[in-house]
């Protein structure tokens, strides 16, 4: 294999590095900065709301990839070109052929296979090599970001077990603050020297922590800190503060998130000195304590804390606190959680659509239209086994292919996809002459799990398929996925007693229903992709228990799962 190949799954991430780390989360970024500046007259909580609705939609994008397919894909990058591969010993011939009326369709398919690949050709796709440096580079600093993140968490421990608690006149004034605020309770109140300006934080037990000569500080100055720490508990910014410092650290590669953070921190602690300004300080006088605490925060803190003054965030705070014409409002959780919906809204078509992704290789796709109808079943099957939504419109169009198994094997893919698209030619397909497909179609109506196929199912008579099968799918539906097996019986094997392919391939041909199954079991355990070509025969034994544990083996055998080319 050459260097610039590269095995599906690792394609696969490189693909969705691009996606969402720098495609997407470019857009979650400027779709919220597009927002606060239509915003910008409102105040500072408002903004906030939208950053901290962003930033949950940054930490969401790749759980969203992995649990919805994206509906469509804008800029594709070839997928796997996945082949057949020639069996060794194979007489060629199907095994299953004069079985009864289900495997008519199996003698009438020529039985030539088409030839093995080599490995460099299996299974792999092609990634423009600066992507890779990308990822690697990505890699290490995301390594690097996550243990700072771990220390910091650490600093901030030890923190927390070598301060000492405040003394009762200054826990009675931070009391007496928290009362003003109305807060239900009193947070804890600890001093350490490590703290050169008031921070808080803390999920669970919220805690304010205070410089030693804290105490000693003009009343008007220690109440100015103390009510901006006390109006990030209120606020409950401290669990924003974690998420966003850990989507940093995933996103560290693209500057526009980096961006996105120093806004969100910008705009959290002018929401917060918003929030004292309403209270009782004057902004000016505010703004003073503000720069003269500020001076002290030039010694080393300890990260991982919410503090008064952030040198950083120093300027803006200011410009904001003298203009006279800013707008202040503290709002309720509930406003913040509709701002938070609106963006969230905003945000849906980028976090529905891949912007970038792999699509079908064009080997894939040449192949549905192949003259061979072996070629064109086995690209309907290695489409199905990519799960990729854009391979759904070629499937469809196979559901009316002249040959019964190319029917019956793309209305088995379109159930591993699971696209609620196809419900609708599935059910045109549940008219097809050939039992088989039918009996596909029922399946895979249930795989997709979508209740538009309910009242298809119901509306399926006893001749479309077997009730057994019907009921299956209508449980699948009903269960979300958790419907009980389709066959008789569990699988009987942990692990198949030898690695002999081509001898459970022969077995498939076996008179015995069991052994037919036991084969087909023993192939799927072993992901033996060599053996898929007659697997697909085996579709039309006449034995419906046999049929669904091959149904289950062609699922087990999936070359996306495969670290290394097939061989």
């Known amino acids: 294999m050459t260097p610039d190949m590269l095995g599906l799954p690792l394609a696969e991430f490189y693909a969705g590095f691009i996606d969402i780390v720098l495609v997407k989360g470019t857009a979650v970024v400027l779709a919220a900065l597009a927002t606060v500046i239509m915003l910008r007259r409102s105040s500072a909580s408002m903004r906030h709301a939208v950053w901290a609705a962003a930033f949950v939609a940054l930490l969401a994008l790749p759980v969203l990839r992995s649990v919805a397919p994206p509906e469509m894909t804008l800029v594709g990058v070839r997928g796997p070109s996945i082949e057949a591969t020639a069996i060794e010993g194979s007489s060629g011939h199907s095994f299953v052929s004069g079985l009864g009326s289900l495997s008519a369709m199996a003698a009438s398919v020529p039985v030539a296979r088409p030839s093995s690949p080599t490995p460099e050709t299996a299974a792999t796709v092609s990634i423009p090599r600066p992507y890779r440096w990308i990822v690697g580079v990505w890699l290490l600093g995301l390594a690097v970001h996550l243990a700072r993140f771990g220390a910091h968490l650490l600093a901030l421990r030890r923190l927390k077990l070598g301060a000492q608690r405040s003394s009762p006149a200054v826990h009675r004034r931070v009391g007496a603050l928290a009362a003003e605020l109305g807060l239900r309770r009193v947070p804890a109140t600890i001093v350490s020297p490590d703290m050169p300006v008031p921070g808080t934080f803390g999920l669970l037990r919220p805690t304010v922590v205070l410089p030693t000569d804290a105490a000693g500080w003009p009343s008007d100055q220690f109440d100015a800190a103390v009510l901006h720490e006390l109006a990030h508990l209120r606020r409950g ?60 925060g030039r010694e080393a803190g300890v990260p991982m804390t919410l503090s008064f003054a952030n040198r950083s965030s120093l300027p803006g705070r200011v410009r904001s606190l003298l203009d006279r014409t800013q707008t202040r409002v503290r709002i309720r959780g509930r406003t913040s959680l509709a701002i938070a919906a609106i963006t969230a809204l905003a945000l849906v078509p980028i976090l529905t659509i891949e912007i970038f992704g792999l699509v079908p290789s064009s080997s894939q796709a040449a192949g549905l239209s192949d003259p061979d109808p072996i070629t064109r079943r086995h690209a309907a099957w290695a489409l199905g086994e990519s799960e990729r939504a854009a391979g759904v419109e070629s499937l469809l169009e196979r559901l009316t292919d002249p040959e019964p198994s190319v029917r019956a094997v793309a209305a088995w893919a379109l159930g591993e996809i699971k696209d609620a698209r196809a419900v609708e030619s599935l059910r045109l397909a549940l008219t097809d002459d050939d039992a088989v497909v039918r009996e596909m179609a029922v399946l895979a109506i249930g795989e997709i799990a979508d209740p538009s196929g309910l009242p298809v199912l119901r509306e399926a008579g006893g001749s479309v398929v077997s009730d057994e099968v019907r009921s299956w799918a209508i449980d699948e539906i009903l ?72 149904v289950w083996a062609l699922d087990e055998i999936n070359p996306s799962e495969t670290k290394q080319p097939l061989r």
């Open 237 to 296: 910014d401290y669990a924003m503060h974690l998420v966003a410092a850990f989507v940093r650290a995933v996103y560290w590669v693209n500057p526009m998130v980096l961006y996105a953070g120093l806004r969100l921190e910008l705009e959290r602690e002018r929401a917060c000195d918003d929030g004292v300004v309403l209270d009782r300080i004057d902004p000016i006088r505010y703004a003073e304590h503000l720069m003269r605490l500020a001076w002290r």
């Open 479 to 550: 269960t979300g996925g958790n419907a009980r097996p389709v066959f008789a019986g569990q699988l009987s094997l942990l692990s198949p007693p030898t690695t002999d392919v081509p001898g459970f391939v022969r077995q498939l041909g076996d008179p015995d229903p069991r052994l037919r199954a036991q084969a087909a079991e023993s192939l799927g355990l072993l992901g033996a992709s060599e053996a898929v070509d007659d697997l697909l025969d085996a579709l039309t034994d006449r034995d419906p228990a046999v049929r669904a544990v091959v």
